[in-house]
């Protein structure tokens, strides 16, 4: 048997377009003092959106509204309610070169032909973050945040912040690999 192919050499070209603010944006991060990105990439492994999940399309992880319970933290005594953590959110890549490994990675575990693409948040001087949310670096990977929230809410507040995050991110929807096993 010959050598199999790699399936993500040429899927990633259309990154070539948006490379040099991208560049430009994540050395400023490495200068700047107050260590904030310029811009924040996000998976999307369709038919989901690039906040919220669709029900049978979220992993093994129990869904509430499109939310994973997963990604934040739920109250044990209301499935409605949501808690406060910086430890819990919504993963997003700092960096092209993680979002394109997180972008490989996932795509890895997904059934054969579904697509997976990307989304990226210009935040350069203006993040318009939703009141009571943040972005918190992961302490073991620099290249990885956590959205997250700072005051506990019902479950159909932070759907709604999610959908304004959602407004604000371009995917990037000429990106897409040919996810399958074993890539």
Known sequence: MGKSKDPFVHQL?????ISDILKTL???HKKGKKH???AMFRTII??????????????KSPLNTGVRGCDFKFS?????????????????SSTMDHA???MKFLGKFQKPGTKVTCAYWILE????????MKFVVDPETPSHYLLVITKGMHI????AKLKLVAHRMTVMHDLKLEAYKNA
């Open 156 to 159: 159909s507040k932070l759907v």
């Open 100 to 102: 394109v490994g997180t």
């Open 36 to 38: 904030t990105p310029g």
């Open 26 to 28: 994540e050395d400023k």
């Open 46 to 59: 369709e038919p989901n959106s690039s906040t919220l999940y669709i029900e049978g399309h979220q992993g």
């Open 76 to 92: 044990k005594t209301n499935p409605d309610w949501v808690e406060a953590s910086d430890a819990h959110g919504l993963s997003f």
């Open 13 to 17: 070209k259309i990154i070539g377009d």
């Open 125 to 132: 001087n203006n993040p318009m973050l939703p009141c009571h």
